[in-house]
């Protein structure tokens, strides 16, 4: 029964992630072209998307390494634009606090946004958290990404040096982040999150650092939590 409990739960979150990975691949793709067009070698390009696993702290990060920026720097621009995580870390952490720090950290690695934006409105009022059904379900959602990713960003990688450098590379990779995006303006609070988190996003790009991305994340959960409440006290 526990078996079959997990392989449902594991399906689940499968099926619910199929959809946006088109949309990973494009950005693996685009990301893996971008590492090699910036001067990494092949093998510090793969070892990059194998043990960063992060899209925009990688595309952060290459052009100061491009530009030989000091090492901290580097660092720190991309732990300023991985923020989030934090509040992802904080958001999950009920559901998975029984787990010891190893499966935790292992769980913390392969989240992504897509992973914490499909888990939490399924999960977010359940009444009863940590329970078998919300780990696989999770793991489903993670898990396929993951390859898709790596897949896609080790070909872009290897064949990097045969894409030419008129195509335009940053518009794909803006299409396939809409692509994942849209479909989940589904709902007012939603809505007033996605428009809080533009635009401070969008004043904020004279900030250092990417710290406008930054804030821009905290305004769109911000503002999404007050919608929810706002829109449920009407209701």
Not at 78 to 107: E, T
Not at 143 to 152: A, E, L
């Amino acid at each position: 029964m526990h078996r079959r409990e997990r392989v449902t739960a594991f399906r689940a979150g499968v099926h619910a992630i199929v959809p946006a990975l088109i949309a990973t691949a494009t950005w693996g793709l685009v990301t893996g072209v971008a590492m090699v067009k910036s001067g990494l070698t092949e093998s510090m390009a793969l070892a990059m998307t194998l043990l960063l696993y992060a899209g925009s702290a990688q595309l952060t990060s290459l052009p100061l390494i491009a530009t030989g920026a000091p090492l901290w720097l580097i660092f720190a621009a991309g732990c300023v634009v991985n923020l989030r995580f934090l509040i992802f870390g904080a958001a999950l952490q009920p559901y998975f606090r029984h787990l010891s720090w190893p499966k935790r950290l292992g769980l913390g690695y392969f989240t992504t946004d897509m992973g914490f934006v499909l888990f939490m409105p399924r999960y977010g009022d359940a009444a009863e958290r940590g329970t078998r059904e919300q780990l696989w379900y999770f793991i489903g959602v993670i898990t396929p990404g993951w390859f898709v990713w790596q897949g896609s960003s080790i070909i872009g990688i290897y064949l990097g040096t045969m894409v030419p450098a008129a195509w335009s590379l940053d518009f794909a990779a803006v299409l396939a982040l809409l692509a994942i995006t849209v479909p989940l303006a589904n709902s007012r609070p939603m809505l007033v999150s996605m428009l809080a988190a533009g635009v401070v996003a969008w004043v904020g790009q004279a900030l250092p650092l990417r710290l406008g991305l930054a804030a821009a994340v905290v305004a769109g959960v911000v503002a999404g939590i007050w919608a929810e409440r706002f829109f449920k006290g009407r209701a």
